[in-house]
């Protein structure tokens, strides 16, 4: 149970100023541009996730019981592809 802290507590994300110059007066580029850096910096998943106080010791339960999901999912597609268990059809 404390490896899967560690790793988590360490998986913290550091944001950095975004800027993009405008070429040619090119202002629609520069935007587009913009957006991607923007989204790819983390500044939009940071917003949503100060939108409002998350206590540490839930941010903690949701983190675990996320990599728990992670886990099944990961343990399920190995059996899927090793042939232990059928894939479900569609009925």
């Known amino acids: 149970m404390q490896s899967i802290l560690g790793v988590l507590i360490q998986n ?3 944001l950095s100023l975004v800027s993009v110059e ?3 007066g090119d202002i629609n580029k520069a935007i587009k ?3 991607q850096k923007v989204i790819q910096s983390g500044h939009i998943e940071e917003l ?3 939108k409002e106080y998350i206590q540490p010791s839930i941010k903690r339960r949701l ?3 996320e990599a728990i999901r992670k886990n099944r999912r990961k343990v399920k597609r190995e ?3 090793n042939g232990v268990i ?3 059809s569609k009925s």
Request: proline fraction near 5%.
């Open 33 to 35: 541009v913009f957006k």
């Open 12 to 14: 913290t994300m550091k």
């Open 79 to 81: 059996k899927l592809l």
């Open 63 to 65: 983190e675990i019981e």
């Open 22 to 24: 405008v070429r040619n």
């Open 86 to 88: 059928k894939k479900p």
């Open 48 to 50: 949503k996730e100060r």
